[in-house]
Nanobody, 126 residues
Framework: DVQLVESGGGLVQAGESLRLSCTAD????????MAWFRQSPGKEREVVTT????????TFADSVKGRFTISQDNAKNTLYLQMNSLLPEDTAMYYC???????????????????WGQGTLVTVSS
């Protein structure tokens, strides 16, 4: 099983930026589809972005399009989520997730990914 560790969360003011990192204990490139999800108290876990690390195909939730970007550093086995122009409604626990490409169904629901990190908390104050 791949182990995922997120970092980079924190408390920021609206309009500011954060970069989250997700570091894996094995090679991500060409082996996994990856995603960032987030969950606020009382709400269901929702997808923020997905990336197929082999061909670079990326999807974003409408709520973050134009503000968030995703990238990967294959040498570091790390996935990044750059979050700009943060809004109070971006406040959530952010999770990194992975699914082996051999079985990935191109979905964007939590059950489409079998490996998860522990999460990193992002709080955006108004």
């Amino acid at each position: 099983d791949v182990q995922l560790v997120e970092s980079g969360g924190g408390l920021v003011q609206a309009g500011e930026s954060l970069r989250l990192s997700c570091t894996a204990d094995e090679l991500l490139s060409e082996n996994f589809a990856m995603a960032w999800f987030r969950q606020s108290p009382g709400k269901e876990r929702e997808v923020v972005t997905t990336i197929d690390t082999a061909d670079g195909y990326i999807t974003f939730a409408d709520s973050v399009k134009g503000r968030f970007t995703i990238s990967q550093d294959n040498a570091k086995n790390t996935l990044y989520l750059q979050m700009n122009s943060l809004l109070p409604e971006d406040t959530a626990m952010y999770y990194c997730a992975a699914e082996p490409r051999s079985v990935y169904c191109s979905g964007s629901l939590p059950h489409d990914f079998r490996f998860w990190g522990q999460g990193t908390l992002v709080t955006v104050s108004s």
